[in-house]
């Protein structure tokens, strides 16, 4: 199993020439099994070039099948979808599964089609057969994979933190939770115990300073997690938008001195074998 | 007064190497008065840009005027992060058409809410207030004096015409020409015959064009699509530069700057049309100029592009 990183950053894409080498479009991660089945984990900007690649397969000719996990609802994570070119051929088929909250995935997600904010008006009008499921806390099967789910806070409302496991290995990910004590959920950590690689988001430097109030993790936080959780790796990934390719340097050279647990950084273009 | 580009990208933002030199952030401008007066269109990723700029400049407190064309995401996209909005000096004016059903504060605050946005409308330190612009209606944000004016577009845009300092610019984007198609409040698969009374409005619409941008100096055009990519989707409501040309010629307009360039229209492309449409607007006597972001045009005068101070 290995993963593909499509979009590593957090809140907003960032163009920039000073973020070439980690990249700038937000969360879409490809989890690729050694078979070469696939999942996607979130559909944030990173998944329109993501879409595009997949033309050349199946999804091209109208008989793709595709399973996306969403952490949650932000922008950052779904501001993909009406720019997901699999999604208009009809004969496609996409699966989206995320964390039930107050209002329903499926009526969230067809307001990012709302025709104030996008000219397509409604999901309804996709050529692709979408099906929406809210899960909380289940385990399901999807193809040769396993996947498991655990609903964790964010922001105002819940988001959801994923196992996936498949060829013998497992991954964690956890891009968008909230520890709202300062100190790391246990039952987060039960979930995330002894993976392979644990993803990790990690708002180390916000611009502006407030990050406060846009929630998710800090870097200590981070590497509490994968400590307590006894992970073999740490991958840190969901970068601040003002923390250009020199701040993320710096921010792994602070994250591998906190920990003795090999820590990386996603970068937007780069595979991660698991 | 001057013309700064924050993002000059329609549809959605590439942060990818391919862009870099044109620039990858989505609609935002900022037109500066001589005096240092303020006035912001549209609100895509490029306003996080320039909301980093005002902080850094310690220009976060006062009021800040943003104009907002439509709302489709590439153009309100960076509100939620602009950084005068987290500061409590500060006061956020938005003008924008209304919509038929809701007032524009009800509608704002369902698309700005928790669940697209780590933070939504109510939660931000900066008081928002709303007006509701109505075309052919003439407001005057400080010392700007705008006139809004319908535009072609799905669920509707509207242009501004921006007049300061004895000089003038104007916005007109995002609209498709008003020949093949009228867009209205429902989803296109492709062109639709056009009745007689949709032919009228066309024409109408495009007469309102013409009056309101007559004799600016500066004209700023939605020409996302290339001939041939328009050619495939006439029904996706944007321009070519040529249709841009054929409406600024002849109405005393001195220069039209490409904008809301396709997500496709990489830095080689962007470079080619550039050339190209730089002769034919020679042609017609226009001075044509390809946005790219932290282009700064002096409006009103010959003055060369330059680049922002970053
Ligand atoms: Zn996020
Ligand atoms: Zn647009
Ligand atoms: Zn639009």
Redesign the pocket.
Known sequence: MKLHFWGVRGFYPVASAATQCYGGNTAAIEVISDSGSRLLVDLGTGAIPFGRALMAQEFGRGNGHLSVLLTHTHLDHTAGLPFFVPAFIPGNKIDIYGAASQTSLRGVLDDLFDSHVCPINSLDNLGATLTISDLCDRDIAIGEFRVQQLCVPHGHGSGAAWRVSADGRDVVLMTGIDHPTGTILQRAADFARGADLLLHDCTWKVPNELKLRWGGSTLAQALEMATVAQVKRLCLTHHAPGCDDEGIVTMLAEAQSGINIPVMAAAEGHDCPI | MEVTFWGVR??YPTPAPETVRYGGN??CVEVLADGGERLVVDA?TGLTRLGDHLMSRGQLAGTHHILL??L?W??IQGLPFFAPAYDSRARISIHAMPDTAKPLAKVLAGVARHEFFPAALDDFAAPFDFHEVLADETFTPQSFRVTAFRLNHPSGAMGYRIDADGTSCAYV??TAPFTEVLHKKHFLHGLEPISEADGLELQEMRDGVVRAIRGCDTVIY?T?FTPEEYAKFPHYG?STPDQALALCTGIGIRQLVLY?HAPNHNDAILDQMSGLYANLGRQVGLEVTTAREGMVLRIGGAAPARRVAS
């Open positions: 329609g549809s989505t609609s895509g064309s439509h489709h590439d153009h984007c995002d939605d996302h944007h809301h």
